[in-house]
């Protein structure tokens, strides 16, 4: 298994301006990369609060920081992130709060998740096992027409219905358990190839994001984390493709931009300045990076900051 390599750690690290007795949020804890900066960064009076919905990620931070009083950590998800923070920290306001909508390598690399279109294992694709319901029950039970609107909105796949024709016959003949077994019927369904890429990728991708409520769980994050965030407390968020960014860039341009029936005014009322404001400009992870890390290489930070 391959060791997790956080992404755009420095970015995120000056993006957080993190201060010594600040009370800092990483939501998305993986294997603890971005939060041991965090720490390394805190003083004795701050705190961080670490959560992440894989019971996997939990066990490992609590073996790896199993002698820093300074860390709690949470099991739960995006879209609990208020109850979790405030089942951790009272009332307390937050100086900074990451959200890391990546994937992790041990997720990625261990086949019995079954997340990967290039090892066996089950079809599961659950980043908390005990809730919802595996993938290989919804593509057994879900209709033609769901499973194509679901590759193609979540996947942006463009044969998403000629692949939801391959699967549902596929399923007519036996039960679709498998990660291979998947990932070849869409391989036999999709009649040209992304160079360099997987003919599977945009499909597991789709089926990864919908069992997950990926951005459902998103919006409901960002949405909750105004309410948390101290004055000039900073929102940094990591997307990996297309339809995180959106959601990520709309939240922050419409929280950050005054009303456009009020942009005229001479001067705006108290309670119409927008909670927050960009922070720079969205950034990317360097070439050097990159080349270390490929799977760096969609990663996308954007960061505001509330007022």
């Known amino acids: ?78 879209g609990d992130l208020a109850a979790l923070v405030h089942a951790a920290a009272g009332a307390r306001r937050c100086n900074g709060i990451l959200l890391d909508c990546g994937v992790s390598s041990p997720q990625l690399d261990t086949p019995g998740r079954g997340f990967s279109f290039q090892t066996d294992g089950p079809l599961d694709m659950r980043m908390d096992p005990q809730h919802s319901e595996p993938a290989a029950l919804w593509l057994a039970r879900a209709a033609h027409h769901e499973i194509r609107d679901v590759i193609a909105r979540l996947g942006e796949e ?56 990926e951005l459902g769980q998103l919006r409901a ?24 960014d959106a959601v990520v860039r709309d939240f922050m341009r419409d929280h950050s931009s005054v009303p456009p029936e009020l942009a005229r005014l001479p001067s705006l009322p108290p309670d119409a300045e927008p909670p927050l404001r960009l922070v720079g400009r969205k950034q990317r992870a360097s070439e050097a990076e990159v080349a270390a890390n490929p799977r760096a290489r969609s990663a996308l930070l954007r960061v505001a900051e509330r007022r």
């Open 1 to 78: 298994m391959d060791e997790h390599k956080p992404v755009l750690v420095d970015e995120v690290l000056a993006a957080l301006a993190v201060q010594q007795d600040g009370l800092y949020v990483d939501a998305t804890f993986g294997r603890g990369g971005h939060s041991a900066r965090i720490l390394a960064s805190l003083g004795a009076g701050g705190r961080l609060i670490a959560i992440d919905r894989d019971p996997e990620a939990i066990a490992a931070g609590r073996q790896r920081f199993a002698s820093e009083p300074r860390v709690a950590l949470v099991p739960g998800a995006f």
């Open 158 to 213: 463009k044969f998403a219905r000629r692949i939801a024709d391959a699967i549902v016959r596929a399923r007519s003949v036996a039960p679709l358990t498998r990660t291979l077994q998947l990932a070849d019927v869409v391989a036999r369904a999709v009649p040209t190839r992304e160079p360099g890429k997987h003919p599977a990728t945009r499909t597991f991708q789709a089926l990864r994001m919908f069992i997950n409520d």
């Open 221 to 244: 994050a960002l949405a909750q984390a105004l309410g948390l965030l101290a004055p000039q407390g900073r929102l940094a968020v990591i997307s990996f493709h297309s339809l995180e």
